[in-house]
């Protein structure tokens, strides 16, 4: 049976009769194919990767492990429509937090049209991507049982500051965050969530290291999704963190050359989350 995902924190969403992502029972995550260039580009990009024999072993697991494509009645009670099939990289958790962070001071890519491309141009301005080299697209934290559960608005989260991304990154391995603005978060998963040899920071630091060399694909509005959960750390186990790379609509060949847009998104990202595990 499909439904709706409970934990999806950004995108198109298929609540309120809309197009959006399914899941099932077995973790698998079902994306509807838009029907222009984006929903073709996507599969093409999971369909290139799978063959690609240039992507090292290492790297693969940073992407959603993909199943093809299958065509299924929409959410939105259009009727049939083919649906990207890939990894639900939340299955299995029972209170994920997650956090969407779009990689780019720019989520254009080079050959669009006039209308999109001032779209974007307009969020980039607009949101944290053109002044830090990524804008978080959304998040939700599971904290104490006081505190509870935080899911901020994304259209404020995606105009963040440098101090204050650095305050969201701080709640978001804190187990009292809450909306409350005075609140001091208590970074209390800090250390096993971001820090340590299999930690987020080491995973992007990797993820970072191939983006130095690789020239097969620019990932043009492309999100790192960082997922952990809180209750097995509570219990004194391991975060189960994970960076994943999600978002392929718009990924275009990189032709030899270094996709310096994700790099240089990247690169911020990792200062700031370092920061955090060095300062106390
Ligand atoms: O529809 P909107 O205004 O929510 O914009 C979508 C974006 O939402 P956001 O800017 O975060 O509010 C959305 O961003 P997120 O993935 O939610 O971060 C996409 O950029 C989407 O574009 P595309 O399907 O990748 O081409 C965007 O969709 P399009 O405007 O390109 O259809
Ligand atoms: N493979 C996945 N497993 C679990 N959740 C996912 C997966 N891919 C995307 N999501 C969820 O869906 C949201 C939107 O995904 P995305 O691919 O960016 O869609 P859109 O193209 O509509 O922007 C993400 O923020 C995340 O919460």
Not at 3 to 17: L, T
Not at 146 to 171: C, H, I, M, N, Y
Not at 183 to 210: H, M, N
Request: hydrophobic share 35%; aromatic share 10%; net charge negative.
């Amino acid at each position: 049976m499909l439904k709706i995902p409970e934990h999806q924190v950004a995108g198109h969403k298929a609540s309120d009769g809309l197009l959006g992502p399914l899941i099932d029972d077995s973790g698998r995550f079902y994306k509807p194919l838009q029907g222009d260039e984006r929903g073709s580009r996507e599969v093409a990009f999971y369909t290139s990767l799978s063959s690609n024999t240039r992507v090292p072993d290492h790297i693969r697991k940073f992407f959603p492990i993909f199943y093809g494509t299958q065509i299924l009645e929409a959410s939105d009670g259009s009727g049939l429509r083919p649906h990207l099939i890939m990894q639900d990289v939340v299955s299995g958790h029972l209170h994920p937090s997650i956090m969407d962070i779009k990689i780019g001071s720019r989520t254009w890519y080079p050959q669009a049209p006039e209308d999109y491309f001032q779209r974007c141009l307009k969020k980039d301005r607009e949101t944290s991507s053109l002044s830090l080299g990524f804008r978080i697209s959304g998040l939700q934290v599971h904290g104490n049982k006081e505190s509870g559960f935080w899911k901020p608005e994304r259209k404020a989260v995606q105009k963040l500051t440098a101090d204050e991304v650095t305050l969201v990154l701080r709640k978001f391995v804190s187990s009292n965050s809450s909306a409350d603005p005075n609140l001091v978060p208590d970074s209390l998963f800090a250390s096993s969530v971001y820090g340590g040899s299999t930690g987020i920071l080491a995973q992007l630091l990797e993820l970072k290291a191939w983006f130095e060399d690789q020239t097969i694909y620019h990932f043009n509005s492309c999100s790192v999704l960082i997922v952990y959960e809180m209750e097995s750390v509570l219990k004194g186990g391991s975060s189960g963190a994970e960076v994943k790379l999600i978002d392929f609509a718009h990924v275009v060949e990189g032709n030899g050359v270094i996709d310096h847009n994700f790099l240089g998104g990247i690169c911020s990202l990792i200062k700031f989350i370092s920061e955090i595990l060095t300062t106390p």
